[in-house]
């Protein structure tokens, strides 16, 4: 049983026997050995499929850093599912040719919302189906999952926790964070109404690895100034500097650097099902339909 499935257990047999309940974060603590005895006998008896989940704000460089990754030479076979804001895609069309490049590779979409809260379960339907095609004989050696700018990270992560079917096929390798190192500032002081987060801070918080991207466009003294920032809020992720989103492979996929307990460390509500990402009005989606070229 997942970690999910074992809080709610003892939950249940707290109730049945009259002690008094304890939280979800004390069970989950309780219950967090046995999740992590599951790996105990090494790194290569885990045979689940690893999961890449590919975060950052507006523009901070996600697409263009999974066309790197769809481009180079790795070998690996990768299932890339891109979530869009907007009802009609854009970012799979500019993944769509990069994608038929590498043979085994596979594009899937969803759009009309953030994976994080509206078509959250639309994820788990993918994993699902991804689930059932490796059973059939499928061979898959990574996910890549890419959220909209707008995502909450934690809601999709927790994901791969609260469905026992799910986590039976994947785990959770690692969050990737790109930082647009131009806009970051601004975006992490953004003040946002009243019961909704800021979405850039909890993406720099959650992540597992972060990727200082577009540093061509700042000065050393910034880049020191919005590094120290970021470790004020997340002093465990490594930052990389890099231009374009140009990093290698290995440094994205397959790290193992998603660490349940640290996550819970941080947030210990972390396995609650019960919080809902927010999202202000500020940034809404209009999408136009229009037969043939358009010139800007």
């Given at each position: 049983?997942?970690?999910?499935e074992?809080?709610?257990?003892r939950r249940?047999?707290?109730q ?11 069970m989950a603590?309780?219950v ?10 090494g790194e290569d008896t885990?045979?689940r499929?690893?999961?890449t ?13 999974l066309n790197?990754i769809?481009t180079?030479s790795?070998?690996k ?32 979409t969803?759009?009309?919302g ?8 639309d994820?788990v339907?993918v994993?699902?189906k ?8 499928l061979?898959l050696d990574g ?9 909450d ?7 791969f926790?609260m ?6 096929f ?8 790109l930082?647009d ?7 992490l002081?953004e ?7 800021n ?6 918080a ?8 577009k540093?061509?466009l ?6 020191e100034?919005i590094e120290?920032?970021?470790r004020?809020?997340?002093?465990f992720a490594?930052?990389q ?8 492979v ?10 349940l307990k ?7 509500e ?27």
């Open positions: 049983k997942n970690v999910a074992c809080v709610k257990g249940k047999g707290a049945a026997s009259g002690e008094s309940p304890l939280s979800t974060s004390d603590y309780q967090l050995s046995v999740y992590t005895a599951i790996g105990e006998g885990d045979t499929v690893p999961v989940i590919l975060t950052g704000f507006l523009g901070a460089g996600k697409t263009t850093l790197h769809l180079a790795h070998g076979k990768l299932a890339v599912i891109e979530n869009e804001f907007g009802e009609v895609g854009i970012d799979d069309a500019l993944l769509a040719k990069h994608t038929q490049m590498q043979a085994g590779e596979e594009l899937i969803t759009m009309n953030c994976i994080c809260c509206t078509v959250r379960s994820l339907q994993l699902t991804l689930a059932e095609r490796v059973s059939a004989g061979k996910i890549v999952v890419e959220t909209t700018g707008m995502a990270p934690a809601p999709v992560a927790q994901t926790f469905d026992e079917a799910v986590t039976a994947a785990r959770l390798d690692g969050l990737v964070t930082v190192a131009k806009h970051i500032e601004q975006h002081d003040e946002k109404p009243e019961g909704a987060e979405e850039a801070i909890e993406q720099v959650f992540a597992d690895r972060l990727l200082l991207n540093i061509d700042v000065t050393d003294a910034d880049l100034r120290s920032r970021l004020a809020i997340n002093k490594p930052i500097r890099c231009e374009q989103s140009n990093v290698s290995d440094s994205v996929l397959d790290t193992r650097g998603f660490d640290r996550t819970l460390d941080m947030d210990p972390f396995l609650s099902a019960g919080g809902e990402h927010q999202h202000d009005d500020i940034v809404t989606s209009l999408s136009i339909v229009h037969p043939g070229d358009v010139e800007l």
